[in-house]
């Protein structure tokens, strides 16, 4: 069985380790100042280690705010991922929301505050190298 790190034990810089998540769901960020130029792929993703009510990836994965609070509650397990505009051929046709992935190779930077999706004070970047 394969050793996975917990989002929650992520600190910033490069991680060599491999977290296990659960793509909740995935969407092109666009610059709306520039003419909906696309910016990133964003995302939000669980630690797969936690046990959510099956409920919560029905009807095309559109949880409830009352999902969300517990969630949020849960420190550090949901966190946000993003792939830059330039790295997007990469990888846009492997996401599928609901699907586990070990994730290698990655930054951790620390959130934004301005465009903070998740209680989770880092979030991930998908580089050339993850896997």
């Given at each position: 069985?394969?050793?996975?790190?917990p989002?929650?034990?992520?600190?910033?810089?490069?991680?060599?380790?491999?977290?296990?998540?659960?793509?909740?769901?995935?969407?092109?960020?666009?610059?709306?100042?520039k003419?909906?130029?696309?910016?990133?792929?964003?995302?939000?993703?669980?630690?797969?280690q936690?046990t959510?009510?099956?409920?919560?990836?029905?009807?095309?994965?559109?949880?409830?705010?009352?999902?969300?609070?517990?969630?949020?509650?849960?420190?550090?397990?949901?966190?946000?991922?993003?792939?830059?505009?330039?790295?997007?051929?990469?990888?846009?046709?492997?996401?599928?929301?609901?699907?586990?992935?070990?994730?290698?190779?990655?930054?951790?930077?620390?959130?934004?505050?301005?465009?903070?999706?998740?209680?989770?004070?880092?979030?991930?970047?998908?580089t050339?190298?993850?896997?």
């Amino acid at each position: 069985m394969a050793s996975y790190t917990p989002l929650a034990n992520l600190r910033t810089g490069r991680c060599s380790n491999t977290a296990e998540v659960r793509l909740l769901r995935f969407w092109e960020a666009q610059n709306i100042r520039k003419g909906g130029e696309l910016m990133s792929l964003d995302m939000l993703l669980l630690d797969e280690q936690v046990t959510l009510p099956l409920s919560i990836f029905s009807d095309r994965l559109r949880f409830s705010a009352c999902h969300l609070i517990i969630l949020s509650l849960k420190q550090s397990t949901l966190i946000q991922g993003t792939v830059n505009a330039a790295r997007l051929d990469t990888y846009r046709e492997l996401f599928v929301e609901g699907s586990v992935y070990s994730l290698s190779g990655f930054d951790v930077t620390r959130s934004d505050n301005k465009f903070r999706l998740s209680d989770a004070p880092v979030s991930i970047r998908f580089t050339d190298g993850t896997v």
